[in-house]
């Protein structure tokens, strides 16, 4: 279901990667389908089998087209699990059943309620979280969010086991200085950029209530470039549009944020939140229950898609120094504390030995 590795953008293919790496340290062999527009043909991945599949590159078939194949490949693979990532991809979980392989599905978030699809792309997405829930021997899902809606009838084999991240160590200050920023003194937005993730609300806000201060955008469109040109017009002249950005680059800008600004309608657990936190740097998120999950007690909200809350909670936090340490501090605490990626692992691994045995 996932795009491919090396992960470059999107939370599933940093999920993927990361639990991928883990399982090769552990001694597992693991093989990672992957759709040629995402992993170049000389990708490599140390002790990970990448296998490029074809796709039908368009908005609405990329994900089906490629899960097909990687389906069909699967069935004759000699794999103990095969495990499907997203509601999309989840509707031909059944089909390495018939044939006796244990299957795992990972829901990230309730993807029908994304506002680029269309009706027709909602239903069968609709239909995907059925079969999230129907098929697979096992169903894992990212929140405890998602766990109450899941847990409606049979639940026996609906797991709750979260995204994590890793606690970074202090990086260098260099890539800000080349973007012409300084540290502490900028607002950060990383994601994709598309309408659920909210960045229309933030470039509003931003240059209504804080014009002075950067707003730095990391990330780029998938399928959306009407959406991107229009965030673009609305934003204040201090924004800065980066594109994709990834390594020490996207490392410096989220440890050295004044502001990390979540604005998302829909989430299933954010890594680019999470990330945030890890680096002690405070986060400012919509007030929607994924968000407030994590951000209880060490962040702050604002009322999802209220321009106006959102730009006087920018007033209130970014001049607040002292206030914003003490978020970022409790922040890193919390990601130690729950979303650590060798728990997630351990986790995974263990239900994959239950499904076995």
């Not at 491919?4 to 990667?17: K, M």
């Not at 000389?42 to 389906?71: C, F, Q, W």
């Not at 502490?184 to 201060?213: I, N, Q, S, Y």
């Not at 914003?324 to 922040?331: H, I, P, Q, S």
Request: hydrophobic residues 40%; aromatic residues 8%; charged residues 25%.
């Amino acid at each position: 279901g996932q795009k491919g590795l090396p992960a470059t953008y999107g939370g599933i293919e940093r999920h993927v990667e990361e639990l991928a790496r883990r399982f090769v340290d552990r001694g597992h062999q693991v093989d990672v389908y992957c759709r040629p527009h995402y992993t170049p043909a000389d990708a490599e991945m140390p002790g990970i089998r990448l296998i490029r599949l074809p796709s039908i590159h368009t908005k609405h078939l990329d994900a089906l087209s490629h899960t097909a194949v990687a389906t069909a490949h699967a069935l004759f693979a000699k794999a103990d699990v095969v495990h499907y990532h997203a509601l999309g991809p989840s509707a031909l979980s059944w089909c390495p059943r018939v044939v006796g392989k244990k299957v795992v599905v990972t829901v990230h978030g309730l993807d029908w309620r994304r506002e680029k699809w269309g009706p027709v792309a909602s239903q069968l997405l609709r239909f995907g979280e059925w079969s999230a829930h129907a098929c697979p021997h096992a169903t894992i899902v990212v929140s405890k969010t998602l766990l109450e809606h899941f847990a409606e009838g049979s639940q026996d084999h609906i797991h709750y086991v979260p995204n994590g991240t890793e606690l970074p160590s202090p990086g260098p200050k260099a890539p800000l200085e080349a973007l012409g920023l300084r540290p502490d003194g900028f607002l950060l937005f990383v994601g994709r950029l598309v309408p659920e993730k909210g960045l229309h609300h933030l470039v509003r806000a931003a240059k209504e209530a804080v014009p002075d201060w950067p707003l730095v955008i990391a990330g780029g469109g998938h399928f959306t470039d009407d959406y991107v040109e229009s965030c673009r017009s609305e934003a204040g002249e201090s924004a800065r549009f980066l594109g994709p950005v990834y390594g020490e680059r996207l490392a410096a800008l989220q440890q050295h944020a004044a502001l990390v600004v979540a604005p998302s309608s829909l989430e299933g657990l954010s890594i680019a939140l999470l990330e945030a936190m890890s680096y002690g740097t405070a986060v400012l998120g919509s007030d929607i229950p994924e968000n407030r999950e994590v951000l209880d007690g060490v962040g702050e909200t604002f009322r999802e898609g209220d321009v106006a809350d959102l730009g006087r909670r920018l007033r209130e936090l970014l001049p607040d120094g002292p206030r914003r340490a003490a978020m970022g501090e409790a922040g890193r605490q919390r990601i130690a504390d729950e979303y650590d990626w060798e728990r997630v692992t351990d986790r995974t691994l263990e239900l994959y030995s239950e499904l076995l045995a």
